[in-house]
């Protein structure tokens, strides 16, 4: 085949296949080739906070400061994916983790990593039928940080999972990855496409119908580390977690 028509073929490709799904397709090529590299290099889990919350040590402090004052019981991650975000959390915290993935080879990879901590709970499945099943079990008792991390492919489950959260849960702290930072715009966040990104403007109102109050990092992107995407805490508006959080330093409420 001649380069003309190859590179006409090209031109094409891109005139069929979609901005949003030409992204999601370059991540799950990365996504495998991390994969294999994991499998070649570290089959087993080990504590790394250059690989946790995307390497971001202004996040994880948040997270630490969290669990440290809210009373914090219990964590469920959504989307496990490598599970060194999961592995993480546990040691940092020495709470149990539940992490559910839908990707049956990276739910078998994490779970290999992680096969020798027995507090660390890992689901094969979808997020919502995940949290929906913590949400019938005593896990629902316990006063719970959800990180909120399944949001790869077109289907976007975070609003279906902040109502789950909300309707079993009393006493809760609720951070969301790749979420925009208003005022902050080196904060990387995901956008679906139109109405589709996360962000205040497609999460704000129903934030408010959920009654959860939204927090946003202090610290500036420019001296963040790691991936620098952006994140939004919330809790439930009233809740003594979100007590805890309007004194917390490092986070500033969305009406600030
Ligand atoms: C950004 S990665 C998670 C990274 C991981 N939390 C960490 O910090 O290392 C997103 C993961 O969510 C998974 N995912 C996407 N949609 C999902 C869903 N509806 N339910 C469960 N997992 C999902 C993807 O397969 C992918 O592994």
Known sequence: MNRRLLSRIGRNMTRWISIPALRSLRRRVGALENVVEKLLEEEQYAPDSTRALNGQQ??????????RDSGIETIVETGTYLGDTTGWMHKVSGLPVYTSEINRHFHLLAKRRLAGYKDIHLVHGDSVD????LAASPVSNLQAFFYLDAHWYES???????????????????MVDDFEVPGDDGYGFDDYGFRRSLSMSCFGKAFRELGLTAYFPVLSSTQE????????????????????????????????
Do not use: M, Y
């Open 130 to 133: 995940a949290l929906r099943k």
């Open 156 to 174: 976007l489950p975070l609003f279906e999972e902040l109502r789950i959260i909300v309707s079993h849960w009393n006493n809760f702290v609720v």
């Open 225 to 256: 580390t790691g991936a620098r995407s952006g994140c939004v805490v919330l809790a439930k508006f009233g809740s003594a977690a979100a007590g805890q959080l309007d004194k917390l330093a490092l986070l500033r409420s969305a009406t600030d």
């Open 58 to 67: 202004g996040r994880q402090h948040i997270f630490a400061q969290i669990v």
